[in-house]
C-alpha cells in the first residue's frame, strides 16, 4: 500500500509542473505582460528608426556643377522638395511611402562650373551625367538611412530591455520597417512629376528663374544644342574682339573698362578678358547687376574677377544683394563702393549702390515701375552720394551709380558720371548748375547681353562694354563704345568719340579704320538724350 501511494505520488509530483505552466499560460495577466512586451518592441523600433533616419539620413553629393545636400525624412505622403536658398523651393509629388526627401542645392563649384563654360562637349555630358549623380547620391541615402536606422534602434532597445534576445528583435523589426518604407517610395516614383511643380518662396513670383517645367523638358534637347552653340563662339569672339584698332592716346594716359549689367552671362567674362589684355586696361569698373537673383549659388560667378588682375571697381546693382557685394568684396582686386570713394590708378571714384533689391522685376511692387516711392529712392541715392563727393578730401574724377535716375543730383560735383541698369547706350549732359563744373553722364548697355532676357526679343541683345580714356589731369578726353552683336554671334563694332574740349565735354567724331572683325561705325555728331528706364 505504501509503494503504491508513494507511486501515486510520484506521479502527481511529474505532472503537477506541466500543468501550473499550462494553467500560467492562459492566466490573462501573463498575456498581458507579452502583449506589453511586443508593443514595447514595436515603441522602441518605430523610435530608433525615426532618431536614426533624423541623424543618418542626410549624404552631401555632385549635381552637376554643384554641390547638394540630400536629406531623408519620415513622412505619411511622401513627395520631394528641392531648396533653392533664398529663392524657396520647388514642392515634387514624386512618390508615395513614408519617406520624404529633400534636395538642397548649394554653392556652385568654379572650377566645375568653368570647366563646363570652356568645354561645349561637357554640356552634353554634364547633363546626362547629372541624372546619374542624383541616382547615385539618392542610393547612398537610402543605405546609410538604413544603416543609421537599424543601429540606432538596436542602441535604444539595448538601454530599454538589456536582453539581447528583444534587443535583435528590434534590429530586425527595424530593418524590415526601413526597407519596406524604402522599397515602397522606389516602387512608386513618378519621373513625370518634375513637370509639374508647386513653388514656394520667392519662386512664387518669379518663374522666369525655372520657366515652364514642361516646355523646358520637352525642349531641352533644342536648348542644349543653342548653348552649345553660343559657347563655341566664344572663340570667334575672342578673334574679333582682338582684331578692334587700338587708340594711341599721349603718355600718362589712364585707361579704363567700363561694364555693366552682366546678369550671369559667362561669355561676358571672356569678353572681358580680352578686352583688357588687348586694351591694356588700368582699372575696370562694374556698374552693377553683376547677378540675376543675388543668391548664394550665383555668388561664385564673380570668381573670375581675380583672374583679370586688374583693380576692379564695383557698385551693386538692383538684382545684387548683400551676399553679391561681400562675394565681389572677397576677391583680392576688387573694390566695393557704398556712398564710398576710392583711388585707383590715380583716379579718384564715388559711387553707391542701388538702394532697391528687386530681382524679380515683373511682380516686386519696388521693381514694376517708376513709381514716385521708387524715384524717391533712387535720386536719393544720388543726392547721398552727392553729400559724399562734395566732402572727399581729393576731388572726384568718376561718380557710379547703378540707375541713371540716381545721377542728377550729382551734376556740378564731379566731371564724369557713369551708370547702367537700361541694357542701352547713351550719352548726355546733366543739366548745368551755376558757376559748377559741366558733368557728363554714360550709360553702359549690358556686357552680358542683358542673360537670359536677352534671348526673349526675335534678336538677341548685344554685349556692350567701353574703353575710357582719361589725360594726366584725369579729364576723359576719349572713349571706345564696343558692341558684339548678341549671344551666340561674332559681329562687332566700335565706335570711337573724342573728347574736343574735356572740361566742356563737348564730343567730336574720329573716323575710325576699319576691322575684320565686322564694320566700326563712326561717332554721331551731337549726343542722345539719356531717358532712364525702370527695366534693367
Not at 539618392?138 to 532597445?157: E, I, N, Q
Not at 589712364?254 to 588700368?282: A, K, Y
Not at 586688374?310 to 576677391?331: C, E, L
Request: hydrophobic letters at 40%; a neutral charge; one cysteine or more.
Amino acid at each position: 500500500m505504501d509503494g503504491q501511494e508513494n507511486e501515486q505520488h510520484g506521479t502527481g509530483d511529474e505532472t503537477a509542473p506541466e500543468d501550473r505552466r499550462a494553467r500560467r499560460r492562459w492566466r490573462p495577466g501573463t498575456w498581458l505582460r507579452r502583449l506589453g512586451v511586443v508593443l514595447a518592441l514595436l515603441v522602441v523600433t518605430l523610435a530608433g528608426v525615426v532618431a536614426g533616419t533624423y541623424a543618418g539620413g542626410h549624404v552631401g553629393t555632385d549635381i552637376g556643377p554643384f554641390r547638394a545636400q540630400l536629406n531623408l525624412s519620415p513622412s505619411l505622403s511622401g513627395g520631394t522638395t528641392v531648396d533653392i536658398p533664398p529663392l524657396g523651393a520647388l514642392l515634387l509629388d514624386s512618390h508615395d511611402g513614408p519617406a520624404y526627401l529633400t534636395v538642397e542645392l548649394g554653392a556652385l563649384d568654379q572650377r566645375r562650373t568653368e570647366a563646363l563654360i570652356d568645354d561645349p562637349a561637357s554640356i552634353s555630358r554634364a547633363s546626362q551625367s547629372a541624372v546619374e549623380d542624383v541616382r547615385a547620391g539618392v542610393m547612398r541615402l537610402g543605405l546609410k538611412t538604413l544603416a543609421s536606422a537599424v543601429l540606432a534602434t538596436l542602441l535604444l532597445a539595448g538601454l530599454v530591455f538589456r536582453d539581447a534576445r528583444r534587443t535583435a528583435w528590434a534590429g530586425g523589426l527595424a530593418l524590415v520597417v526601413t526597407a519596406s518604407s524604402l522599397g515602397l517610395a522606389a516602387a512608386t516614383i513618378r519621373p513625370q512629376a518634375i513637370e509639374e511643380p508647386r513653388y514656394e518662396g520667392l519662386l512664387v513670383n518669379a518663374p522666369a528663374i525655372v520657366g515652364d517645367a514642361r516646355r523646358i523638358a520637352n525642349d531641352y534637347t533644342k536648348y542644349a544644342e543653342q548653348l552649345q552653340r553660343l559657347v563655341g563662339n566664344v572663340s570667334k569672339l575672342y578673334t574679333t574682339v582682338s582684331a578692334l584698332p587700338v587708340v594711341q592716346p599721349s603718355p600718362g594716359t589712364t585707361r579704363v573698362l567700363h561694364v555693366s549689367d552682366m546678369h550671369l552671362n559667362p561669355t561676358g567674362w571672356q569678353l572681358i578678358r580680352t578686352v583688357v589684355e588687348q586694351f591694356n586696361i588700368d582699372v575696370v569698373i562694374d556698374t552693377g547687376d553683376i547677378t540675376d537673383w543675388g543668391s548664394e549659388p550665383e555668388a561664385s560667378f564673380v570668381g573670375s574677377i581675380g583672374l583679370l588682375k586688374k583693380p576692379y571697381v564695383y557698385i551693386r546693382g538692383n538684382h545684387d544683394s548683400a551676399k553679391t557685394a561681400a562675394a565681389v568684396a572677397a576677391q583680392p582686386n576688387a573694390v566695393v563702393l557704398d556712398n564710398s570713394t576710392t583711388t585707383v590708378a590715380g583716379l579718384t571714384i564715388a559711387g553707391i549702390g542701388d538702394p532697391r533689391f528687386t530681382p524679380d522685376k515683373e511682380t516686386s511692387p519696388a521693381g514694376s515701375g517708376l513709381t514716385k516711392v521708387v524715384a524717391d529712392q533712387v535720386i536719393g541715392a544720388g543726392e547721398q552720394l552727392a553729400v559724399t563727393v562734395k566732402a572727399s578730401p581729393k576731388p572726384v574724377n568718376i561718380a557710379l551709380v547703378h540707375d541713371p535716375t540716381s545721377a542728377g543730383p550729382l551734376s556740378g560735383t564731379c566731371p564724369l558720371v557713369l551708370a547702367g541698369h537700361t541694357h542701352a547706350r547713351q550719352v548726355s549732359k546733366l543739366p548745368q548748375v551755376p558757376d559748377k563744373q559741366a558733368t557728363q553722364l554714360l550709360v553702359e548697355g549690358s556686357t552680358g547681353g542683358a542673360g537670359l532676357r536677352g534671348l526673349e526679343g526675335e534678336k538677341p541683345t548685344p554685349l556692350s562694354m567701353s574703353v575710357l580714356y582719361f589725360d594726366q589731369q584725369k579729364l576723359l578726353q576719349a572713349y571706345d563704345d564696343i558692341t558684339v552683336g548678341g549671344t551666340g554671334q561674332s559681329q562687332v563694332n566700335l565706335e570711337r568719340h573724342v573728347i574736343q574740349d574735356p572740361k566742356k565735354g563737348a564730343q567730336v567724331p574720329v573716323t575710325p579704320t576699319p576691322t575684320r572683325g565686322g564694320p566700326v561705325t563712326p561717332a554721331p555728331n551731337g549726343s542722345p538724350t539719356a531717358t532712364p528706364s525702370p527695366t534693367g
